[in-house]
Every structure is written in structure tokens, then in C-alpha cells.
């Protein structure tokens, strides 16, 4: 009886042994990926003619780089479009404050304003998606087409 | 047999070792996970509800500190868990103490 308990408690002993180490090395390795990230997100849009997406709130009083791309539309149109700025969130004038450019030959764009609505920055081929001021403090991807055409893409922010 | 007790110092260090281990591998399975692609965070998609914030360096703020918390506490309770049970994980037979409860067990040198 003895030998059979032994016989079972020692590959038990080493398999929770193993079970331990491969845990703390997962945990370890993810959270290591974790921080040495770099400060960069991204926000991924998928919005309906009209349609606006979620408000983001860049950091305060730090510059924030930010790529834009619309990757595509679902009706497979080419509407693809690249655009670049950087931007502030400035607590001191208490509005956003930007400078970049717009894609497709759009040209520069620059700007400060607190007022929902307000033009930032095109992201795609047909100058119909824009990023635009929410408030003071965010911004959000507006879709402003009317041919039916949901509009895919991303805006990459890094501080 | 009559078991033989381990010392309150040592089990208490034993259980320590793994609540702290527990803890942490509790912590990055549970907590909100961010992607990562190309040495970037995925934003994940916010719940659609008007004048919903989405807070970039919140977000990830939240989440490096939450994997620092939990790699630290994982990595000092498997530490800890290794110390503990040296003689076991060494081999060392004459000892024979069970690596959940410490308690003695059967040899197979009888």
C-alpha cells in the first residue's frame, strides 16, 4: 500500500512542480511584455454613414502623435486614406490643439478649439471620415458619407 | 505513522508562498486584458452608449500596473514556493514531505 501511495506522490510532486513553473513563467512573460510596450494605442473604428464613434480623450498637456488610416470600405470601393498630426490636449487653454496633415493631398491642417463638430484632420481617400472635436478634452472619428458606405479603419495614438 | 509537524514559522511561510502565488496567477486571469499587436495596445471596443470616454492612458496605466502587481506577486510566491520546498524539488528523499501539505510520505527505499 505504501509503495502504491509512493508511486503516485512523487510524478505528483514534480508535475505540480512543473505546473508552478510554467504558470509563473506565463504570468511573468505577459507582464513583461506588458510594460515594456511602448505608450501606443489603438482605436479601431467600423462606423455607418453618419454614424460617430466613441469620444477619446487624449492626455493632458502632453503631445500625442497620431496616425489615422481608413483601411477600407464594406462596399469595396477604394476609399482608403493615411493622415498624420500631432495634437494637445491643453489644460491650459482648455482645448484641443493640433497641427498635421490631412490625407489624399489634403495639405496641412492645423488648429485649436473646444467646439463639437469642428474639423481636425481627414483619414480617408474622399474626405468623409474626419476626426473631429468632441470638447475641450476629446475627439472622435465622424463618418459624414451618404452613399452607404461603412467605414473601417484605425487611429493610432502615441504619447 | 505519526506525522511530524512542521514548524508554525515554515508552514506559515509555505502558506504564504502560495496565497501570494495564487493571487497573482488569480489576478492575470481575471483582469481586463489588453491586446497586443506590433508594440501596440488594441484598444478594446467601448459598450455603445453616448458620451462614452475612451482614456488611452488610463487604460493602460490600469493594465501595466495590474500585470507589474501580478508578475510580482506570481513570481515571489513561486520563489518562495521554490525555498520552501528545496529538499522535495532537490531530491533529497530522507525528507519526504508532500508538496501541498508538507506533511511526511511513504519512501520507496524501504
Redesign the interface.
Known sequence: M??R???F??P??FI??VI??A??L???G??????V????????YTLNPGQTG??????AD?PVWITADQTGTVCGCDDVGSSFMTLVNSSVDRELVWNGFESNKGGLTAGFNPTLGTHIMYIDFSHLVDLEVNNGT?FHVTNSSSNGATANGSV??D? | MKKPHLRPARRWGRVFSWTL?AV??LL?ASGPH?K??N?????P??PASA???????E??GR??RL??L??VL??A??LG?AVS?RK??SGRRSTGH???DGTQ????N?
Do not use: C, D
Open positions: 505504501t509503495l501511495i509512493s508511486s506522490v512523487r505528483a510532486k505540480l512542480a508552478v513553473a504558470l509563473t506565463a504570468v511573468v505577459h507582464a513583461t511584455q506588458t510594460i510596450t511602448s505608450n501606443s494605442a489603438v482605436y479601431t466613441e469620444n477619446i480623450s487624449p492626455p502632453t476629446s493610432t495614438m504619447w | 502565488f497573482g496567477v492575470q489588453l497586443i499587436k508594440n501596440v495596445f488594441i484598444l471596443p467601448a458620451g462614452k470616454v475612451i482614456r488611452p492612458v487604460i493602460v493594465e501595466r500585470q507589474l501580478s508578475g506570481t513570481l510566491g513561486a514556493l520546498y522535495v524539488l508532500n508538496l501541498v510520505v511513504a519512501s520507496t524501504s
